[in-house]
Antibody, heavy 125, light 111 residues
Framework: EVQLVESGGGLVQPGGSLRLSCAAS????????MNWVRQAPGKGLEWVSY????????YYADSVKGRFTISRDNAKNSLYLQMNSLRAEDTAVYYC??????????????????WGKGTTVTVSS | QSVLTQPPSASGTPGQRVTISCSGS????????VYWYQQLPGTAPKLLIY???QRPSGVPDRFSGSKSGTSASLAISGLRSEDEADYYC????????????FGGGTKLTVL
């Protein structure tokens, strides 16, 4: 069974740091791109960061650029999100999501097909 | 404020057909595929529609998606109580340094 399990969330003071982990199982982790997506309380989904299968290509949302760092360890089937200089507005449930690629006759496309259950980050004094 | 625009709420009675709209721009919906996710209360999002109108295995054919220009819609026919959830549209955005943009979500209530 394909599964993603996030961990590492908790309560942290503004300005603090936290490292989230996402453990993957049931598929060849090293073959897939991965994303972090967050959801603030009562709000919609917000894409946070992307990492390619090899880790060579990384993107961030402007709201976290310079503060968050995405990484992966394919040998350990794990995805990470190092979060520094945390702010109250970073309070959210953080999901890791697998990204798959597929092709039509004329194009290639990607989408997030499997999501973990999420881990809660609360930034408060 | 979300990049893609969805109505905050929708409702219907069992058996009815409801549609949820998603409006974007030329840099996202206008030039990329649209995806829909269902989020049941207290759970993670689940892929409902990919590539505008394709259903993953296991998703009932009561759910259908369409796209025209810079807008898309999700239709649910034969509405059931278990369809009560939040629904999100998503797409790539070519104008950003990142990859994905989402709608603000539509809470569907089955009356």
């Amino acid at each position: 069974e394909v599964q993603l399990v996030e961990s590492g969330g908790g309560l942290v003071q503004p300005g603090g740091s936290l490292r989230l982990s996402c453990a993957a199982s049931g598929f060849t982790f090293s073959s897939y791109e991965m994303n972090w997506v967050r959801q603030a309380p009562g709000k919609g989904l917000e894409w946070v960061s992307y990492i390619s299968s090899s880790g060579s290509t990384i993107y961030y949302a402007d709201s976290v650029k310079g503060r968050f760092t995405i990484s992966r360890d394919n040998a350990k089937n794990s995805l990470y999100l190092q979060m520094n200089s945390l702010r109250a507005e970073d309070t959210a449930v953080y999901y890791c999501a697998r990204e798959v690629g597929a092709a039509t006759i004329t194009s290639y496309y990607y989408y997030m097909d499997v999501w973990g259950k999420g881990t809660t980050v609360t930034v408060s004094s | 404020q979300s990049v893609l625009t969805q109505p905050p709420s929708a409702s219907g009675t069992p058996g009815q057909r409801v549609t949820i709209s998603c409006s974007g721009s030329s840099s996202n919906i206008g030039s990329n595929y649209v995806y829909w996710y269902q989020q049941l209360p207290g759970t993670a999002p689940k892929l409902l529609i990919y590539r505008n109108n394709q259903r993953p295995s296991g998703v009932p054919d009561r759910f259908s998606g369409s796209k025209s220009g810079t807008s898309a819609s999700l239709a649910i026919s034969g509405l059931r109580s278990e369809d009560e959830a939040d629904y999100y549209c998503a797409a790539w955005d070519d104008s950003l340094s990142g990859r994905w943009v989402f709608g603000g979500g539509t809470k569907l209530t089955v009356l």
